[in-house]
């Protein structure tokens, strides 16, 4: 027997109804807010996530599924979705129409080679959005109301988190003030976090390591070195959050540590999955573009993970739906056909081969929780009827199947 590779796994049955539900919800609300969807490809040139998502990150040099094709290109399965996204922007030449936005919706398979633990996989799925040439803050507050919609209507309770990263005018002023902090105590910091100082020391701020926490707590806060255009950014975001009733607290270690993140930043967190879990997180990338050799184009984004919140997630009621068609007789079953054909325009149809007696239709039609059990028995048959049972009101009764 050949199984699924380790830290991969098939979605069937009850997982798959919980992934098509949450991602035509996500879609359904994505597009209230006018995102179009974007595919891109799975497989990418290995440079693109190396300097997107950073060389100092765990993910590009820990858990990036990256090889030599038959080609000898290095490429990498999409451990994220944003790199490709802003990659497709560019090349398409999006960014030259300076005076136009663009808003995209993704979702589909990422791969990360993590050591497999509860929870983790190597190929797991996310839906997000990138909002492309809105620089106003309005912005920010928007994607931040569309998530809340689609974990509303996921029936998922969360906390939100923002903080800001400041920008080119603030951040390299408070970077080089914790970079003197941590200097100072760095003998107490874990070994990473030693590494961090020098590579990316932002990203210290997010370390899990307790210790590495508890230094922190006396840390300069971004937060309270600002520039006036980052702060105004932050007072305004708070106070959409509070006019629209969405709860937030402020995270000032809710960092994403490369240099083309700006001002917001946010994380959506689950306390019904255990520990305080992140199930969406994003911000504001207003230099990743130019990173990427196109024109400077402010962007925000999105992406939450499908597996978290997969758990969690409220599944609506199933309602009885549609018909089963079934017959006692081997000569009736082809008339089933172009009934179920007709029925089809506009309801689910299942039809049974097998004749059998009307007990083991009743039953089949349960089983595939129809609305309604219609079955052509010898009567039915000879004088052109068929028998039905509605299953909800339980009524039962006989009609012409030209008018069925
Ligand atoms: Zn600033
Ligand atoms: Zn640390």
Redesign the pocket.
Known sequence: MINALRGMKDLTFEESQRFVHIVTTAIGIAKKYGYNYIETPILEETKLFKRSVGESSDIVGKEMYQFEDKGGNDVCMRPEGTAGVVRAFVQAKLDRRQNEKFKFYYYGPMFRYERPQKGRLREFHQFGCESFGEASVYEDFTIIQMIGDIFSALGIGYKLEIN?L??????PTYRQNLVNFLTECQDDLCEDCNRRISTNPIRVLDCKNEKCQSLLTDSPKLIDN??????NDMKKLTQLLETANIDYTINTNLVRGLDYY??TAFEFVSSEIGAQSAIAGGGRYDKLVEFLDGKATPAVGFALGIERIMGIVKMPEVNREGYYLGAMDQEAIDALFPLASKKRLTNKVEVEYEPKKLKAHLKGADRVNARYCAVIGEDELKNGTIWVKDLVEKEEYTISQSVF
């Open positions: 800001s400041g920008c080119t005018e603030c951040m600002l520039c006036d255009s980052c702060d700006n001002k």
